[in-house]
């Protein structure tokens, strides 16, 4: 039974490390999307003249 049992833990293992790793990725990229999204409403804020018929 033990011969059966080592392998499905080994692949769990690397199942886990994998989906570990997958978050780690997804938050990068909402971190990075995030701050893209503040640079470009910080340029829009700046380039805002208070008028509203401004484009």
Known sequence: MSNVKTPL???AAL???GSLAACNTVEGV????Q???QAVE?????ANDGN???P
């Not at 909402?30 to 999307?33: P, T």
């Not at 910080?42 to 700046?46: P, V």
């Open 35 to 37: 701050a893209a999204g």
């Open 30 to 33: 909402g971190e990075d999307v």
């Open 9 to 11: 833990i080994a692949l």
């Open 52 to 54: 509203p018929e401004t």
């Open 15 to 17: 199942f886990a490390a």
């Open 42 to 46: 910080e340029t829009a804020q700046e």
